[in-house]
C-alpha cells in the first residue's frame, strides 16, 4: 500500500509546510556563451520565460551563483532589479572559494541598502558558497581544484554574513551551504552543518557513469544522494538546488540524454517534490547567445527564448507513490565501493558546473578545475589557467582523468578572479586547451563549458 516510511515522511512534509515551497531553475552570471554578462533585461526574459512556461506553473524562484554584477567589482547584481520587476524570489549565493567573498559581502549590503524591501523580502535564503568542501577534499585537490574553502573559513564567512544582516529587513534570512552529499557526509565539515539554517544538495545521476545510471534508475540514485545528505545532517531542511537530466548530448554509460528521458526525469525527481521541498531545477535554459553546450540540460529553448518547453512539463498524472517521493527519508547511507566512487566522480563534475557558474569571481579559464590563476587586475585584464581532472577513486572502477585549459578575459575589467571550476572524470587523461574564460562572471554556459570539457576527458 501507501504506508511507506517515505510517503509518510513526505505527507509530513506537506500537512506542516505553512507555505508552497520555492521552485525555480539556477541562473548563472553570464549569458551561455560564458563571455556576456547577464544584464537586467536578460534576467527579466529569464524570469518571464520561467513564469510562463506551457504546461507549468509557480516557478517563480532563482538559485544566483553570486551576488555581484558580471563585469563589476562588486556592484549587486541586475538579477536583483529583475527579480523585483517580475516578482521573482532569489536564493542569494555569495561565491566563497578564492577572494571573492569580501566584495560579495559589500554587493550584499549594497543590495539591501539600494532596493530595501523589495528585495530583502524575496530573498528565500542566502548560500555562502557551491561545493566549496567538494574542492578542498583530497579528490578535489587531486583533481587540481584548488580554489575550494575549508569547514572554518565556510564557518567564518558565515558569521560575517549572520553579522552583516542582523539588524537589517534581511535578519531573517535562512543562512545555509550548498554542497555535495560526500562533503556532507564527511564528520570533518560538521562545524559547516552546524552553523547552517539549511543543507543544499546537488546531484546528478547522469554523470554517476560507473553506476546503472539509465534513466531508470535515475530518480533511484538521486534518493540515495538525498538520503545520504538527510542522515548526515540531522534535522537540517535539505534543499534541492540543482539536479536535471540532459535533453542532448553524450551519453553517460547508461544515462542517455534525450527529451524523453529528461521528462522521464523531471516526473520522477521534480514532480514529486516540486511544491514540497524548495527545489531549483537545472536548468531553464542554457543556449543563450548561440551557445550549444554538450550536454545541454535547458527545458526550454534559448536562442530564441521561449517559454514553450521541449517536454510536457505537466505534473498531473504523475504517481504520487513513485519511489522517488522521499523529500526526507531515513533510508540507510549504505552503498557499495562503486557507488561511492561514482558518487565521487559525478560530484566532481558536478562541482565544475557549480564552479564554473560561480559567478562573478570564479575565473573559469576552459571550463576546468581550478588551479592558480594569474590575476591583473590592475592592467585590467585578467586570464586564468585551468587544469581539469578527477578521479573515480577507490579502484573499484574508472581511473582518472586530467585535463587543462586556458582561458582568459580582456571584457571585463574591473573584477578579481581568483578561481575555476573543479572538474573530473572517471576514465582515460586527456587534454584540452580552449580560450573560453569566463571569468569574472560565470555563467550557466561556462557550466556546460565545464561539463562539456570535463566530459570530454572521458
Ligand atoms: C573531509 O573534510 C575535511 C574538511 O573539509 C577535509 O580536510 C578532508 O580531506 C575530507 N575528507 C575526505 C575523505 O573527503
Ligand atoms: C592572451 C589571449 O589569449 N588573449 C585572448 C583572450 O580572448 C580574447 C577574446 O577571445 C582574444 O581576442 C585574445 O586574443
Known amino acids: 500500500m501507501r504506508s511507506s516510511t517515505s510517503l509518510l515522511a513526505l505527507a509530513a512534509t506537506l500537512s506542516t509546510a505553512s507555505a508552497a515551497a520555492y521552485k525555480g531553475f539556477n541562473y548563472g552570471a553570464t549569458k551561455s556563451d560564458g563571455y556576456a554578462p547577464r544584464v537586467q533585461s536578460d534576467f527579466q526574459s529569464l524570469f518571464q520565460t520561467s513564469k510562463n512556461l506551457v504546461g507549468a506553473s509557480g516557478f517563480t524562484s532563482a538559485r544566483l551563483y553570486t551576488t555581484i554584477q558580471a563585469g563589476t567589482t562588486s556592484d549587486p547584481t541586475s538579477a536583483i532589479p529583475a527579480a523585483i520587476a517580475e516578482d521573482i524570489s532569489l536564493l542569494v549565493t555569495l561565491w566563497a ?259 564554473l557558474t560561480g559567478g562573478g569571481i570564479v575565473s573559469t579559464g576552459g571550463g576546468l578545475s581550478p588551479t592558480k590563476p594569474a590575476v591583473d587586475g590592475s592592467a585590467g585584464t585578467v586570464s586564468a589557467t585551468a587544469t581539469a581532472s578527477g578521479s573515480g577513486s577507490t579502484g573499484v572502477s574508472g581511473g582518472s582523468g586530467s585535463g587543462s585549459g586556458s582561458g582568459n578575459s580582456t571584457l571585463l575589467t574591473t573584477a578579481t578572479p581568483t578561481g575555476t571550476g573543479s572538474g573530473s572524470s572517471s576514465t582515460t587523461p586527456a587534454s584540452v586547451t580552449g580560450n573560453s574564460a569566463s571569468s569574472i562572471s560565470g555563467s550557466i554556459v561556462g557550466v556546460m563549458g565545464g561539463l562539456l570539457a570535463a566530459l570530454s576527458l572521458l
Open 97 to 355: 572559494s578564492g577572494t571573492a567573498f569580501p566584495n560579495e559581502l559589500t554587493a550584499l549590503k549594497a543590495a539591501i541598502a539600494q532596493y530595501g524591501d523589495a528585495f530583502t523580502s524575496r530573498v528565500a535564503g542566502i548560500s555562502i558558497g557551491s561545493e566549496d568542501l567538494y574542492r578542498n577534499s583530497p579528490t578535489g585537490i587531486a583533481a587540481g581544484s584548488t580554489i575550494g574553502a575549508d569547514p572554518a573559513t565556510l564557518v567564518d564567512y558565515i558569521k560575517q554574513v549572520r553579522s552583516a544582516i542582523a539588524g537589517t529587513a534581511l535578519s531573517a534570512a535562512p543562512v545555509g551551504h550548498v554542497d555535495t552529499w560526500t562533503a556532507w557526509v564527511n564528520g570533518s565539515n560538521q562545524a559547516v552543518i552546524d552553523n547552517c539554517d539549511w543543507i543544499g544538495v546537488d546531484a546528478y545521476p547522469y554523470f554517476q557513469n560507473t553506476q546503472s545510471n539509465g534513466i531508470e534508475n535515475g530518480a533511484a540514485l538521486f534518493n540515495e544522494a538525498v538520503d545520504n545528505t538527510a542522515n548526515a545532517v540531522g534535522s537540517k531542511p535539505v534543499w534541492i538546488t540543482e539536479t536535471g537530466w540532459p535533453v542532448t548530448g553524450k551519453t553517460e554509460n547508461l544515462a542517455v540524454p534525450n527529451t524523453e528521458n529528461a521528462k522521464t526525469y523531471w516526473q520522477e525527481v521534480g514532480c514529486p517534490r516540486f511544491d514540497v521541498v524548495n527545489t531549483w531545477w537545472y536548468t531553464l535554459e542554457d543556449t543563450d547567445n548561440n551557445a550549444s553546450p554538450n550536454p545541454s540540460f535547458g527545458i526550454a529553448p534559448g536562442s530564441p527564448l521561449s517559454s514553450t518547453p521541449l517536454f510536457d512539463l505537466s505534473c498531473s498524472g504523475v504517481s504520487s507513490s513513485s519511489s522517488s517521493a522521499k523529500p526526507s527519508s531515513t533510508a540507510s547511507a549504505s552503498g557499495s565501493k562503486s557507488a561511492s566512487a561514482s558518487a565521487t566522480a559525478s560530484s566532481a563534475i558536478s562541482s565544475a558546473s557549480s564552479a
